[in-house]
């Protein structure tokens, strides 16, 4: 316990020697993956000729170790590519250059995750609102029927993957009822209006798969709170139900919420491949996907640090938001 | 991630048992929840469906894989004939799309690789993160740091990239639903890993575990007989959650064409090719769809009834007036200060 | 050749652009019920044109862009020395001029072709097109870092072979000679009649020069044509085409460019793409695709509503879905093998897997069921519409295997409807019946791509498909029949190994005629005659369907491409 700066510099070397694992396992499962990353790269009826240049031109001859230990050099210093046609600096943190699109790593990444942020953060708000909210309900109404109904449409949220809530979602909302238009990414930048209405359905089908596990845990922290022997004496001091609830039992599930909070939103960031892909949201997980596809290894490894960056960072500031919220609570 | 956290982050994890209880009164608890029977009977039946797969659909005198050129529609995309898809005495729910297989053949053999898939890399999940939740707290600083910075990597890697790589590394010709498993059971154990050892060092801190060490118990017997019934809650809370997940990414996985191999039916693989025939044949989505929604259901109530059952603090709950109470706050833990003291709850 | 793959990039662009350049139907009786269903169906200029497809743009360069016809949007931004008749049906399948006089003038065998450009020709900054820059345009596609196209340039050109590119060999290409600002001369080291067709690609679109900034270049390519790039955002996700000022109509017979603007709109999931256009609300009233096909579930809705059924538009790109054999693999080294599986095959329901028979037709020849290829009908081993097991299994007895066969059928697990597990699982289904028991191998497509193209890793027995650089035999049976395009330490596409005297020789004589019709039917028949050897089973020829928005008027779709073309149709 030496406070909040020796918090920060444990959590950092953490951070840094994780991400430089995951990195070194992504390496090495990619180098064994199949697909002939030159001939992908060149074009299907490139001539072997061509094929041994690009080989040349992308060091893909080089062993292992040595474009791992180029990929770390890019990082710390920066490194210059040739593109063939001219050659460009990328600069430290450099995480190279995509096989596929000569772009730098970190610019893909850059206007990827907006989109991807925008998608998570969004969703966020909604299944924290929809999950604690039924949870609540559900807490308090324990055993009747609103709760069991509750129950089974979070349930069946969890139960139908997202690439059936969102299409069906959108054939009805969009193209029957023509309630919303069909989602189109506009950076908030652009339009924060027109962000949000074209960001709404695909908030929604990313919050009903998650709500159901916070409705699950708020409801059972809930209840475990709400049997304690304080709440008891609470209540035969009179304090009213509502009171309890707001005060007590709530905070009780705080924790927990958080926790499973900062989880979902750190692998949302790159996880939420399918919502991406059906909505068309140019974002990480769509972009990380294609990547893997294509065996470019630049571009995946690059994107799976940034994931792996957030999920990290995600439990940290869950960390530091759990012990402000209650002071027992010790960071370590 | 401080262990203080990871244990409040599943509910009931602050409830150790002792290993006194015995099963007898695990039963009786379980058996005064009406709810938890039923869930129990629809998850033995569809276990039972799945088992009884090749059973049923020779009672319907059909099977998953042959074609039915007849029964569909080629002109208009192959689309089922006959009212509902094609629902009829021989195809007791219909035929799908495009090969007029049959569909009732194909959801209880899909039931098979679904339930197995979930079930098997659920198993696998449970058991290395106990093992190595249990081994981090258990063991000395090295192993713990060793374990947690494993466990750490596991949650912070991408569970779909890892999944497509593995599965395009390995050799074809290795059968492709126990790799899905393994695949989904390896990089899925990260969080029930924490779970459990942050568990493990609030039961560690508990003055019967202290107890039994100092009367000279054994490591392994402490961890058997004291530790493992406590951690049971938890697991199990966890677990339960983790069989419909599981289902998920198998389906994910199934649609971006790496799941299980056809002509194998699985319940991700109808529902990913389904999908977009919801307007034309919508009973080929509701099938597998409702199909994992009553397992995810009955799964999610059992889940709770065990719980509950294993719970003596919860089933305290129900009885109100029975007084054998434990208090053990999440934040009440080795690592924390706390502001109330510790209620010696156990009887 | 056109990959259908899902993959992005630069192996997309493959796909992109020849799935945008792809093509539509003569042949089938049905590729009429599209057009004039708009009460008003004149056209007027004016609007904004929304495309919205799957796979982004992310190629802009036409060194890298593998298009058949010089593709659909990039043929907006391009001009090339010859490009595809804008018409319906059989007609579209002809070459015609287009930044040149005529579509080439050869010598007496076809080995120098003349081209002069028309006057007038200007880029989108104003400044002139001149021969030079169609010759650099050319040079430039041979740099490695520019790869992609068609491989036929280096394979015809006199001395291209190792030619890399204007970057590193400053020298240039002596096979192409630019007398004066107006004229090119191609040097091709064979006869090669068919060589005004290659003119249609966009590496013969003119590059200025001064302004290429090698791999930057796709991101603001100079337009010769009726459309500039306004913006470019996410490597071609979204692409704003804006008219080019400088573009005159007067030396463009083939584009009409009614709107004003194109807005395309990519990586879209294809399913929303067709709920999009079936609602047709707000800007996707004028909307349409040029890559997305309706798929089985969405025909099944579309038929059933008249309104949208009479907004879609039929169309037949040459194409043939088949099973392929590498003959150095026992079994199939025993052509009774091969024939008992041709007569087995149950086109019925490979056609059901691939969405029926409104996206897809029986083909019995290799050659797509077109005019342009020569297309001449043949059945050696009917099968009939579900399979003769019966003659099968007598096949099989005669090669020794009448107690049954177990085989491996390898497939890509991408899920494409071509090559994908559907395809493999019908085939599977459908053999089991001549006592044909076969295992499935599915691969990720990558290892799927390699392994089919390698000579050393080739597997006996796969789902494979081609289809037409451009609507003539020549790109269809030479490079999977010519013995000397086996190639041993690269991409092979020869993949059933033949390497036929008479076969090559034939190749050889029909590539001196320059007259495209008589070529034409010597394709046919040797087609035939290589079928007979039965190293390939032809399963199906796809069908495309693409709805628009209702908007959208003047819906021209030629046997070339398949699909709409963007620089006809009208939104006003």
Same mark, same amino acid.
């Given at each position: 316990?030496?406070?909040?700066?020796?918090?920060? !510099?444990?959590?950092?070397?953490?951070?840094?020697?994780?991400?430089?694992?995951?990195?070194?396992?992504?390496?090495?499962?990619?180098?064994?993956?199949?697909?002939?990353?030159?001939?992908?790269?060149?074009?299907?009826?490139?001539?072997?000729?061509?094929?041994?240049?690009?080989?040349?031109?992308?060091?893909?001859?080089?062993?292992?170790?040595?474009?791992?230990?180029?990929?770390?050099?890019?990082?710390?210093?920066?490194?210059?590519?040739?593109?063939?046609?001219?050659?460009?600096?990328?600069?430290?943190?450099?995480?190279?250059?995509?096989?596929?699109?000569?772009?730098?790593?970190?610019?893909?990444?850059?206007?990827?995750?907006?989109?991807?942020?925008?998608?998570?953060?969004?969703?966020?708000?909604?299944?924290?609102?929809?999950?604690?909210?039924?949870?609540?309900?559900?807490?308090?109404?324990?055993?009747?029927?609103?709760?069991?109904?509750?129950?089974?449409?979070? !349930?069946?949220?969890?139960?139908?993957?997202?690439?059936?809530?969102?299409?069906?979602?959108?054939?009805?909302?969009?193209?029957?009822?023509?309630?919303?238009?069909?989602?189109?990414?506009?950076?908030?930048?652009?339009?924060?209006?027109?962000?949000?209405?074209?960001?709404?359905?695909?908030?929604?089908?990313?919050?009903?798969?998650?709500?159901?596990?916070?409705?699950?845990?708020?409801?059972?922290?809930?209840?475990?709170? !709400?049997?304690?022997?304080?709440?008891?004496?609470?209540?035969?001091?009179?304090?009213?139900?509502?009171?309890?609830?707001?005060?007590?039992?709530?905070?009780?599930?705080?924790?927990?919420?958080?926790?499973?909070?900062?989880?979902?939103?750190?692998?949302?960031?790159?996880?939420?491949?399918?919502?991406?892909?059906?909505?068309?949201?140019?974002?990480?997980?769509?972009?990380?996907?294609?990547?893997?596809?294509?065996?470019?290894?630049?571009?995946?490894?690059?994107?799976?640090?940034?994931?792996?960056?957030?999920?990290?960072?995600?439990?940290?500031?869950?960390?530091?938001?759990?012990?402000?919220?209650?002071?027992?609570?010790?960071?370590? | 991630?401080?262990?203080?956290?990871?244990?409040?982050?599943?509910?009931?994890?602050?409830?150790?048992?002792?290993?006194?209880?015995?099963?007898?009164?695990?039963?009786?608890?379980?058996?005064?929840?009406?709810?938890?029977?039923?869930?129990?009977?629809?998850?033995?039946?569809?276990?039972?469906?799945?088992?009884?797969?090749?059973?049923?659909?020779?009672?319907?005198?059909?099977?998953?894989?042959?074609?039915?050129?007849?029964?569909?529609?080629?002109?208009?995309?192959?689309?089922?004939?006959?009212?509902?898809?094609?629902?009829?005495?021989?195809?007791?729910?219909?035929?799908?799309?495009?090969?007029?297989?049959?569909?009732?053949?194909?959801?209880?053999?899909?039931?098979?690789?679904?339930?197995?898939?979930?079930?098997?890399?659920?198993?696998?999940?449970?058991?290395?993160?106990?093992?190595?939740?249990?081994?981090?707290?258990?063991?000395?600083?090295?192993?713990?740091?060793?374990?947690?910075?494993?466990?750490?990597?596991?949650?912070?890697?991408?569970?779909?990239?890892?999944?497509?790589?593995?599965?395009?590394?390995?050799?074809?010709?290795?059968?492709?639903?126990?790799?899905?498993?393994?695949?989904?059971?390896?990089?899925?154990?990260?969080?029930?890993?924490?779970?459990?050892?942050?568990?493990?060092?609030?039961?560690?801190?508990?003055?019967?575990?202290?107890?039994?060490?100092?009367?000279?118990?054994?490591?392994?017997?402490?961890?058997?007989?004291?530790?493992?019934?406590?951690?049971?809650?938890?697991?199990?809370?966890?677990?339960?959650?983790?069989?419909?997940?599981?289902?998920?990414?198998?389906?994910?996985?199934?649609?971006?064409?790496?799941?299980?191999?056809?002509?194998?039916?699985?319940?991700?693989?109808?529902?990913?090719?389904?999908?977009?025939?919801?307007?034309?044949?919508?009973?080929?989505?509701?099938?597998?769809?409702?199909?994992?929604?009553?397992?995810?259901?009955?799964?999610?109530?059992?889940?709770?009834?065990?719980?509950?059952?294993?719970?003596?603090?919860?089933?305290?709950?129900?009885?109100?007036?029975?007084?054998?109470?434990?208090?053990?706050?999440?934040?009440?833990?080795?690592?924390?200060?706390?502001?109330?003291?510790?209620?010696?709850?156990?009887? | 050749?056109?990959?259908?793959?899902?993959?992005?990039?630069?192996?997309?662009?493959?796909?992109?652009?020849?799935?945008?350049?792809?093509?539509?139907?003569?042949?089938?009786?049905?590729?009429?019920?599209?057009?004039?269903?708009?009460?008003?169906?004149?056209?007027?200029?004016?609007?904004?044109?929304?495309?919205?497809?799957?796979?982004?743009?992310?190629?802009?360069?036409?060194?890298?862009?593998?298009?058949?016809?010089?593709?659909?949007?990039?043929?907006?931004?391009?001009?090339?020395?010859?490009?595809?008749?804008?018409?319906?049906?059989?007609?579209?399948?002809?070459?015609?001029?287009?930044?040149?006089?005529?579509?080439?003038?050869?010598?007496?065998?076809?080995?120098?072709?003349?081209?002069?450009?028309?006057?007038?020709?200007?880029?989108?900054?104003?400044?002139?097109?001149?021969?030079?820059?169609?010759?650099?345009?050319?040079?430039?596609?041979?740099?490695?870092?520019?790869?992609?196209?068609?491989?036929?340039?280096?394979?015809?050109?006199?001395?291209?072979?190792?030619?890399?590119?204007?970057?590193?060999?400053?020298?240039?290409?002596?096979?192409?000679?630019?007398?004066?600002?107006?004229?090119?001369?191609?040097?091709?080291?064979?006869?090669?009649?068919?060589?005004?067709?290659?003119?249609?690609?966009?590496?013969?679109?003119?590059?200025?020069?001064?302004?290429?900034?090698?791999?930057?270049?796709?991101?603001?390519?100079?337009?010769?044509?009726?459309?500039?790039?306004?913006?470019?955002?996410?490597?071609?996700?979204?692409?704003?085409?804006?008219?080019?000022?400088?573009?005159?109509?007067?030396?463009?017979?083939?584009?009409?460019?009614?709107?004003?603007?194109?807005?395309?709109?990519?990586?879209?999931?294809?399913?929303?793409?067709?709920?999009?256009?079936?609602?047709?609300?707000?800007?996707?009233?004028?909307?349409?695709?040029?890559?997305?096909?309706?798929?089985?579930?969405?025909?099944?809705?579309?038929?059933?509503?008249?309104?949208?059924?009479?907004?879609?538009?039929?169309?037949?790109?040459?194409?043939?879905?088949?099973?392929?054999?590498?003959?150095?693999?026992?079994?199939?080294?025993?052509?009774?093998?091969?024939?008992?599986?041709?007569?087995?095959?149950?086109?019925?329901?490979?056609?059901?897997?691939?969405?029926?028979?409104?996206?897809?037709?029986?083909?019995?020849?290799?050659?797509?069921?077109?005019?342009?290829?020569?297309?001449?009908?043949?059945?050696?081993?009917?099968?009939?519409?579900?399979?003769?097991?019966?003659?099968?299994?007598?096949?099989?007895?005669?090669?020794?295997?009448?107690?049954?066969?177990?085989?491996?059928?390898?497939?890509?697990?991408?899920?494409?409807?071509?090559?994908?597990?559907?395809?493999?699982?019908?085939?599977?289904?459908?053999?089991?019946?001549?006592?044909?028991?076969?295992?499935?191998?599915?691969?990720?497509?990558?290892?799927?791509?390699?392994?089919?193209?390698?000579?050393?890793?080739?597997?006996?027995?796969?789902?494979?498909?081609?289809?037409?650089?451009?609507?003539?035999?020549?790109?269809?049976?030479?490079?999977?029949?010519?013995?000397?395009?086996?190639?041993?330490?690269?991409?092979?596409?020869?993949?059933?190994?033949?390497?036929?005297?008479?076969?090559?020789?034939?190749?050889?004589?029909?590539?001196?005629?320059?007259?495209?019709?008589?070529?034409?039917?010597?394709?046919?028949?040797?087609?035939?005659?290589?079928?007979?050897?039965?190293?390939?089973?032809?399963?199906?020829?796809?069908?495309?369907?693409?709805?628009?928005?209702?908007?959208?008027?003047?819906?021209?779709?030629?046997?070339?491409?398949?699909?709409?073309?963007?620089?006809?149709?009208?939104?006003?």
């Amino acid at each position: 316990m030496n406070g909040f700066g020796g918090f920060v !510099l444990r959590r950092a070397v953490g951070t840094v020697i994780t991400l430089l694992a995951i990195s070194v396992i992504i390496y090495v499962v990619f180098y064994a993956t199949p697909g002939n990353v030159a001939q992908i790269t060149c074009g299907p009826r490139c001539s072997p000729e061509q094929v041994r240049q690009v080989t040349e031109q992308l060091r893909l001859d080089d062993p292992l170790y040595l474009r791992y230990w180029h990929f770390l050099v890019g990082i710390l210093v920066g490194r210059d590519y040739s593109t063939g046609t001219s050659l460009e600096h990328c600069a430290a943190p450099c995480l190279g250059l995509s096989y596929q699109s000569d772009q730098q790593v970190l610019d893909i990444i850059l206007t990827k995750l907006p989109v991807s942020l925008s998608l998570v953060l969004g969703a966020m708000v909604l299944w924290l609102v929809l999950g604690v909210g039924t949870g609540v309900l559900s807490a308090w109404r324990r055993g009747r029927i609103s709760e069991r109904v509750l129950t089974a449409v979070t !349930l069946a949220g969890t139960a139908t993957p997202v690439f059936v809530i969102g299409l069906v979602l959108m054939i009805v909302v969009c193209g029957e009822f023509q309630l919303l238009p069909f989602p189109q990414y506009v950076p908030f930048t652009d339009d924060p209006e027109q962000w949000a209405w074209n960001l709404l359905l695909p908030w929604f089908s990313l919050a009903l798969i998650e709500a159901a596990a916070f409705a699950r845990l708020t409801r059972a922290s809930m209840l475990e709170t !709400l049997a304690e022997d304080h709440i008891r004496t609470f209540r035969a001091y009179g304090v009213g139900e509502r009171a309890i609830i707001r005060r007590h039992a709530l905070r009780g599930a705080l924790a927990p919420v958080i926790a499973l909070n900062a989880n979902n939103v750190g692998s949302a960031v790159g996880g939420a491949v399918l919502t991406e892909t059906l909505f068309g949201l140019p974002g990480i997980g769509q972009e990380l996907v294609h990547a893997v596809k294509v065996v470019d290894l630049p571009v995946v490894v690059g994107m799976v640090l940034v994931i792996g960056f957030f999920v990290v960072l995600a439990n940290a500031v869950a960390d530091v938001l759990y012990a402000v919220a209650d002071r027992r609570v010790v960071l370590a | 991630m401080s262990e203080t956290l990871v244990a409040s982050r599943t509910p009931g994890t602050d409830t150790p048992v002792p290993g006194a209880s015995g099963a007898s009164r695990f039963w009786r608890r379980l058996r005064a929840r009406p709810s938890a029977l039923v869930a129990a009977a629809v998850v033995a039946l569809l276990v039972l469906v799945a088992l009884a797969a090749p059973l049923l659909t020779a009672v319907e005198g059909q099977d998953p894989t042959t074609y039915h050129p007849s029964l569909i529609d080629s002109a208009r995309g192959g689309v089922p004939l006959g009212s509902f898809g094609g629902i009829g005495a021989d195809h007791w729910l219909g035929v799908e799309p495009q090969t007029g297989r049959d569909l009732f053949a194909r959801l209880v053999y899909g039931a098979r690789v679904s339930l197995g898939v979930a079930l098997a890399a659920t198993a696998l999940q449970v058991v290395l993160g106990v093992a190595i939740g249990v081994g981090a707290a258990l063991g000395n600083r090295w192993v713990d740091q060793l374990l947690s910075r494993a466990t750490d990597i596991i949650v912070a890697m991408p569970l779909m990239v890892m999944s497509l790589a593995l599965l395009a590394i390995v050799p074809e010709s290795f059968p492709r639903t126990v790799l899905v498993t393994f695949v989904i059971g390896l990089i899925g154990w990260g969080n029930i890993a924490k779970i459990v050892r942050a568990q493990t060092l609030t039961l560690k801190g508990l003055d019967y575990v202290s107890a039994a060490r100092l009367s000279g118990w054994g490591r392994w017997r402490i961890a058997r007989r004291e530790l493992l019934p406590g951690l049971a809650a938890p697991v199990i809370t966890y677990a339960a959650l983790l069989v419909p997940s599981n289902i998920s990414v198998e389906a994910a996985l199934s649609f971006l064409g790496v799941g299980v191999k056809p002509p194998t039916p699985s319940w991700g693989q109808m529902l990913t090719a389904a999908d977009v025939w919801y307007q034309a044949a919508p009973q080929y989505l509701l099938l597998p769809a409702g199909a994992l929604f009553l397992t995810v259901l009955a799964l999610t109530v059992l889940g709770d009834g065990v719980r509950t059952a294993l719970d003596p603090r919860a089933a305290s709950r129900l009885r109100v007036g029975t007084g054998r109470r434990r208090e053990a706050k999440a934040g009440e833990t080795a690592h924390s200060e706390s502001d109330k003291p510790h209620k010696e709850g156990n009887a | 050749m056109r990959q259908p793959s899902v993959h992005r990039a630069r192996v997309a662009t493959v796909s992109l652009a020849l799935v945008v350049a792809a093509g539509a139907a003569a042949c089938g009786p049905k590729d009429n019920d599209a057009k004039g269903s708009a009460g008003d169906s004149t056209p007027h200029k004016g609007g904004t044109l929304t495309v919205l497809n799957s796979e982004p743009q992310t190629d802009f360069d036409p060194a890298r862009l593998y298009t058949s016809g010089g593709g659909n949007v990039p043929s907006l931004v391009f001009r090339t020395l010859t490009t595809r008749n804008r018409e319906d049906g059989a007609a579209g399948a002809e070459v015609v001029p287009d930044l040149a006089t005529d579509t080439g003038r050869p010598n007496k065998d076809a080995t120098v072709w003349t081209y002069t450009l028309k006057k007038g020709l200007a880029y989108e900054d104003g400044t002139p097109i001149t021969s030079a820059d169609i010759k650099y345009g050319i040079e430039r596609s041979f740099a490695p870092e520019l790869s992609g196209g068609a491989p036929y340039l280096r394979d015809w050109l006199v001395g291209a072979a190792d030619y890399q590119g204007p970057y590193k060999d400053k020298k240039g290409l002596s096979a192409i000679e630019t007398p004066d600002e107006r004229t090119l001369v191609f040097h091709l080291n064979k006869p090669e009649g068919e060589f005004p067709y290659l003119a249609t690609q966009t590496q013969f679109t003119p590059v200025p020069k001064g302004k290429d900034t090698g791999t930057k270049y796709e991101e603001h390519p100079v337009s010769s044509g009726p459309y500039k790039v306004v913006k470019n955002e996410n490597d071609g996700e979204h692409l704003v085409l804006e008219r080019n000022p400088h573009w005159s109509a007067a030396t463009d017979a083939e584009r009409k460019a009614y709107p004003d603007t194109i807005d395309v709109r990519s990586g879209l999931d294809s399913s929303v793409i067709n709920q999009r256009l079936s609602a047709s609300q707000g800007a996707d009233a004028a909307a349409v695709t040029t890559d997305t096909n309706l798929g089985p579930a969405e025909l099944a809705k579309v038929t059933g509503d008249k309104e949208l059924a009479a907004r879609v538009g039929t169309g037949h790109f040459g194409y043939t879905n088949y099973l392929a054999f590498n003959p150095t693999v026992k079994p199939f080294d025993d052509v009774k093998v091969r024939q008992a599986i041709s007569y087995a095959v149950d086109r019925s329901s490979v056609i059901n897997a691939a969405g029926g028979s409104a996206l897809a037709e029986a083909a019995t020849t290799y050659l797509p069921n077109q005019k342009s290829f020569g297309h001449e009908p043949y059945d050696l081993f009917p099968a009939g519409a579900t399979g003769n097991a019966q003659k099968a299994k007598e096949l099989l007895k005669q090669a020794g295997y009448g107690k049954g066969l177990t085989l491996t059928l390898t497939h890509s697990n991408d899920k494409n409807f071509e090559t994908s597990p559907e395809i493999a699982t019908a085939v599977q289904d459908a053999l089991k019946k001549a006592g044909i028991t076969v295992r499935l191998q599915g691969l990720e497509d990558n290892d799927y791509r390699d392994k089919i193209h390698s000579v050393k890793t080739e597997p006996g027995f796969f789902l494979a498909h081609w289809g037409a650089d451009w609507p003539s035999g020549g790109p269809f049976l030479a490079p999977i029949f010519d013995g000397r395009q086996i190639v041993k330490d690269g991409a092979n596409f020869n993949t059933g190994l033949l390497d036929d005297k008479s076969v090559n020789a034939e190749i050889d004589a029909i590539n001196k005629l320059t007259d495209l019709d008589a070529a034409a039917k010597r394709w046919g028949a040797l087609d035939k005659r290589i079928g007979e050897q039965a190293l390939t089973v032809p399963l199906f020829h796809p069908v495309y369907k693409r709805l628009y928005g209702k908007d959208v008027k003047n819906i021209v779709i030629s046997d070339w491409t398949g699909v709409l073309d963007i620089s006809q149709v009208s939104v006003k």
